[in-house]
């Protein structure tokens, strides 16, 4: 099977300050990854796709700046939220998808608390 | 704009029963319908899917029914158990020209009682 792992999976931060989450496809490539945000008994919400080598599309009313997001190489894209408020905590789960299948695989997601 | 509407929202089944979960959308772009299982605290897990040109798709007790000139779909537990408590979640997805995005229905919490 496709395993993604995620990095950390947990964080808590300071408001004001950013913190990076990884997401890696550790047995195969992944030409486009999803970053998805889910509050508590809610869906998930998506927010980007991350693109490798190229830049990430966001959703309507995500703020680009706030959460940056690169697609370094075929097996790593990062989120980085930058200037954390309370607002922004959540669970961070981020997807891959293999070339010519259907399938997206699911990291195991990451919980931001921002104090 | 919710384009993909789950019901219902919470389940209770008795053990050995059958869990039943309703999914419609709107979107005739959309290509392929997966779902997903999702334990607390956890990622959601691929469960089973189908694509639109199927009408029935079974997998061990998972069973997805899908009714394209309603644009319906719905995912059937059967022999439900304990373990099978969790939440799911109904998706579909456009296609290439949709950039392969997933749109994800509300979410079932199901119960599963001895």
């Known amino acids: 099977g496709a395993v993604v792992s995620q990095h950390p999976s947990w964080v808590i931060c300071k408001s004001g300050t950013s913190v990076k989450i990884e997401c890696r496809s550790l047995?195969?490539?992944?030409?486009?990854m999803f970053w998805y945000r889910q509050f508590p008994k809610q869906s998930l919400m998506l927010m980007a796709t991350s693109n490798e080598g190229s830049k990430a599309t966001y959703e309507q009313g995500v703020e680009k700046d706030k959460f940056l997001i690169n697609h370094a190489s075929l097996t790593l894209s990062t989120l980085t939220v930058t200037s954390a408020h309370p607002e922004d905590s959540s669970f961070y789960i981020c997807s891959a998808g293999r070339q010519s299948t259907d399938t997206q695989y699911f990291g195991p997601g990451t919980r931001l608390t921002v104090l | 704009q919710q384009q993909v509407k789950q019901s219902p929202q919470s389940l209770i089944v008795q053990k050995g029963g059958i869990s039943i979960i309703n999914c419609a959308y709107e979107?005739?772009?959309?290509?392929?319908f997966p779902w997903y299982q999702q334990f607390p605290g956890k990622g959601p897990a691929l469960l089973i899917a189908i694509r639109p040109d199927v009408s029935e798709k079974k997998e061990g007790r998972f069973t997805i029914s899908f009714n394209k000139s309603a644009k319906q779909f719905s995912l059937h537990i059967m022999d439900s158990q304990p373990g099978d408590s969790a939440t799911y979640f109904c998706?579909?997805?456009?296609?290439?020209?949709?950039?392969?995005?997933?749109?994800f229905g509300t979410g079932t919490q199901l119960k599963v009682e001895l």
């Open positions: 998706a579909a997805r456009k296609g290439p020209g949709g950039g392969n995005k997933l749109t």
């Open positions: 047995d195969f490539q992944a030409t486009t």
């Open positions: 979107n005739t772009a959309f290509d392929y």
